[in-house]
T-cell receptor
Framework: GIQVEQSPPDLILQEGANSTLRCNFS?????LQWFHQNPWGQLINLFY???GTKQNGRLSATTVATERYSLLYISSSQTTDSGVYFC???????????FGTGTSLTVIP | NAGVTQTPKFRVLKTGQSMTLLCAQD?????MYWYRQDPGMGLRLIHY???????AKGEVPDGYNVSRLKKQNFLLGLESAAPSQTSVYFC??????????????FGPGTRLTVL
């Protein structure tokens, strides 16, 4: 199946700092989503972004489909941003989603 | 709207016992998914359904069965639980494949321990 790699695996930030999370995938996709898993385990969809750029408040995401990667930007980080960020992709063939292993973000005050 | 709900939230089983996890959604979504999440790993797809009465295997289907008799419900069964099935199980649903409505909404998870 498709390979999905996220980097960095762990990230510790001071409150107010900016960060960039990366997701690389090994095949063409028709769906890419970013999720945040909070410390209580709940998964929240952040972006549906198979291509292009989107922004939602302090978060933005860019997917360059031709080069098979996506970036999630977090600006002016807050302690509530802590948790694990996952990207998930669906290859052009099939209905299955494949998740990366995530980036664990800790924001300290 | 309750969104996606899962029952139960926690369960402890002995090896060889059976159980069924229930996922329910009230968003009239066509697609439903069962994932498992193990420490340090992302989510892996167990089974999924593209509509009432349909099911298909995902990445790690062995040891599990599913049924989608009603559009709003997706059941995950373990016929003979094994310690390797200790995990957190998540259910998700989405409207249709393709386009911005193809966004997955997740339930709160079920933490299962098999002794």
């Amino acid at each position: 199946g498709i390979q999905v790699e996220q980097s960095p695996p762990d990230l510790i930030l001071q409150e107010g700092a900016n960060s960039t999370l990366r997701c690389n995938f090994s095949d063409s996709v028709n769906n890419l989503q970013w999720f945040h898993q909070n410390p209580w385990g709940q998964l929240i969809n952040l972006f549906y972004i198979p291509s292009g750029t989107k922004q939602n408040g302090r978060l933005s995401a860019t997917t360059v489909a031709t080069e098979r990667y996506s970036l999630l930007y977090i600006s002016s980080s807050q302690t509530t941003d802590s948790g694990v960020y996952f990207c998930a992709v669906r290859p052009n063939t099939g209905n299955q989603f494949y998740f990366g292993t995530g980036t664990s973000l800790t924001v300290i005050p | 709207n309750a969104g996606v709900t899962q029952t139960p939230k926690f369960r402890v089983l002995k090896t060889g016992q059976s159980m069924t996890l229930l996922c329910a959604q009230d968003m009239n979504h066509e697609y439903m998914y069962w994932y498992r999440q193990d420490p340090g790993m992302g989510l892996r797809l167990i089974h999924y359904s593209v509509g009432e009465g349909t099911t298909a295997k995902g990445e790690v289907p062995d040891g599990y069965n599913v049924s989608r008799l009603k559009k709003q419900n997706f059941l995950l069964g373990l016929e003979s639980a094994a310690p390797s099935q200790t995990s957190v199980y998540f259910c998700a649903s989405s409207y249709v494949a393709g386009g911005p409505t193809d966004t997955q909404y997740f339930g709160p998870g079920t933490r299962l321990t098999v002794l």
